[in-house]
């Protein structure tokens, strides 16, 4: 062959192939930086994400389909005009669309997650450049109900608060059993089971609602404990959020007021306290320690809230006696003290699954001062939380065995199949029976005649210990004028069920944990020990004042004559009174009815509130 033209030949081809490759590698640079073609990744497919929720498997939390608007500015003819139009039909300024749309760019957000109306509005204008694309938006169908437990996720479908943060990588399917197919656009998340029971979330929730409305206290939270296995059955608290318009509160009022916040405690500490003097001291229990209405003791002067005279240790816990406590952990070791606090959990947290829980606060014996015991055994110089008292008192139900509280019941593959349950975890017994169920005899005196009398129940037997903690400030000293009230219930007393922390934050000044907190106590254990299938048992009451009208009925539509009845029978005849009429009611004082607004045989009328005032 001649060898020119064979040259040639080498050239020719050569010259081909370097063109095609050139051309090959045009194109696959213009592909990877094409819009039109899409390579899902983990890091970028949509997030299906799980559901939360309660324990019957009712939904609290749930992702839906909706339609984004984004736009292709490069596309857009007229971008003021454009913008002009959409402007009223997304809620966006007009400035501000226009300039999203005037960008150099070939994607930009104008409108996440609009509902279906106006998505389909913004497709029928049919304008080039603007585009829907389906992403998934989180609903709450209970609004506010269980919000600060549940928290919310943001626009980006990332959890921001509450379990949607605590569980954000199993929600979202980063981490759990979710079963997504391979070649899937999306990922699916797990789904959460709470402990939650919506009748006692929403009956605690309506009723610290009602009290911190009715008292003008600045929040209030309440929970709700199983006894047993140390469930939360509520987690309460107002101020209420709605997740489904989060961006409309502030960070105060989203903040899990039962869980991050620690308090003060007061006298409902004096319960532990009366503990550890019967595992040291068991003898105290035949002493007799007298109250003349204030102590001195390492050079302060501790008031009590009467003369209560002498007392025994049931007595000092039945009126709250400061004086009397005080001297009856005179022969208490500090470290006798310190261990029984311990071994309850405070200063430390309880391990609950919700963020931000606080460890409360309690010092080292090594930083007591000569005061420090003293003001333990009535609830000062300690922070608790709402969490770490509840689960104290309900291990004192639960005959001394302490309960590690929570709320999680399981996570859920995508079919609804437990993949993980949460198994009741105890820490072990932190009192003996005995004294478990001497503590509880102590508190029964409380509600029949002490401070609580308002905490008694129609047709349980319920205990309990009253708190009134004037506020301590971050650098030491207490706020004038500001006090913590609380109440921590127990019912039934013969097969403790429940344990209910009420909790109001700076109530009137005037305003006891037995005024103020006792009754909400009562409200929510009367509404849900009979959802939970607790058998009502006969309450003996005192017998009616002679002449007491037998039957207590309302004839006509007109208000009753409760005059000369007795709590129980008063609060019987209420509840006989509320299957028929909308009426609310409040029980003021105690003995017998003297007094009742409004006057018996007025009209009832819609929502009437009965008051009875009571006197020995």
């Known amino acids: 062959m001649n060898l020119s033209i064979f040259t040639r ?31 899902p990744s983990d890091a970028d497919r949509e997030v299906h994400r799980g559901a939360i929720l309660d324990r019957e498997g009712g939904l609290l939390a749930v992702s839906v389909e909706r339609r984004s608007l984004f736009a292709n500015p490069s596309e857009i003819p007229d971008p003021d005009a454009v913008a002009g139009a959409l402007a009223p039909l997304i809620g966006v300024p007009r400035s501000t669309l226009a300039e999203r749309m005037k960008r150099e760019k070939r994607f930009v957000w104008l409108r996440r997650k609009l509902d279906d109306d106006t998505a389909d509005r913004v497709s029928a204008m049919r304008v080039k450049g603007l585009y829907l694309r389906a992403e998934r938006h989180r609903v709450y169908p209970h609004g506010t109900l269980a919000s600060n437990i ?12 509450g379990i949607e943060y605590k569980y954000d990588d199993v929600l979202s399917g980063a981490r759990g059993p979710a079963r997504t197919p391979p070649d899937a656009d999306y990922i699916e998340g797990a789904s959460v089971r709470l402990t939650i029971d919506r009748v006692a979330q929403y009956t605690a929730e309506r009723e610290i609602e009602r009290a911190v409305r009715e008292t003008g206290a600045r929040q209030g939270a309440a929970v709700v404990m199983e006894v047993k296995t140390g469930r939360l059955l509520a987690v309460a608290k107002y101020p209420l959020v709605d997740p489904n318009s989060y961006w409309e509160h502030s960070p105060e009022d989203m903040k899990n007021f039962a869980v991050v916040d620690s308090f003060e405690p007061g006298s409902t500490l004096k319960v532990i306290a009366a503990a550890a003097l019967l595992e040291a001291h068991p003898d105290v229990l035949r002493q007799k320690f007298r109250c003349e209405g204030k102590i001195e003791v390492a050079d302060a002067t501790i008031k009590c809230t009467a003369v209560h005279g002498d007392l025994t240790l049931d007595e000092i816990i039945k009126h709250s006696c400061n004086a009397g406590m005080i001297q009856a952990v005179r022969r208490l070791k500090r470290e006798e003290l310190y261990s029984m606090l311990r071994r309850f959990g405070f200063g430390r947290e309880t391990g609950v699954e919700m963020p931000g829980e606080s460890a409360g606060l309690l010092r080292g014996v090594g930083e007591w001062s000569g005061l420090s015991r003293y003001s333990l055994s009535i609830g000062q110089e300690i922070s608790v939380t709402s969490i770490q008292m509840a689960a104290a008192f309900g ?9 590690a509280p929570s ?20 820490r072990g017994r932190v009192i003996r029976k005995d004294i478990a169920a001497r503590l509880l005899d102590m508190m029964k005196g409380v ?23 004037q506020k301590s400030m971050p650098r ?16 039934p007393l013969d097969d403790p069920d429940v344990c209910i922390l009420v909790l109001l934050d700076e109530p009137p000044e005037s305003a006891s944990g037995g005024a103020v907190a006792a009754p909400v106590f009562a409200r929510i254990a009367e509404r849900i020990l009979p959802c939970r299938g607790v058998s009502k048992r006969h309450v003996n009451a005192p017998a009616p004042l002679k002449g007491a009208p037998r039957e207590v009925v309302a004839r006509r539509g007109q208000t009753p004559d409760f005059r000369g009845l007795r709590l129980g029978e008063a609060v019987r005849a209420l509840a006989g009174l509320r299957r028929d009429f909308p009426i ?9 009815v003297r007094r009742q607004s409004p006057e018996p045989g007025s009209p009832l009328g819609h929502r009437r509130k009965i008051i009875l005032y009571f006197e020995e």
């Open 476 to 491: 030491g000293g207490y706020h004038p004028g500001k006090y913590m009230a609380s109440f921590v219930g127990i019912a």
């Open 150 to 161: 549940i928290g919310f996720a943001g626009l980006d479908n990332k959890g921001l608060e």
């Open 407 to 426: 709320i999680i019941e399981s996570i859920e593959a995508d079919d609804g199949s437990a993949a993980r349950r949460f198994s009741p975890k105890s």
């Open 584 to 592: 609310e009611y409040s029980l003021v004082g105690r003995g017998v």
């Open 395 to 403: 291990a004192i139900a639960n005959g001394g065995v302490y309960m």
């Open 9 to 39: 030949r080498v050239v020719f081809t050569g010259v081909l192939v370097f063109g095609a490759a050139l051309f090959l590698a045009y194109r696959l640079l213009t592909l990877h930086f094409s819009d039109s073609i899409y390579v």
């Open 447 to 469: 509600v029949e005649g002490g401070t609580a009398t308002r905490a008694r129940l129609a047709y349980y037997e319920a205990v309990g210990k009253t708190g009134t903690a």
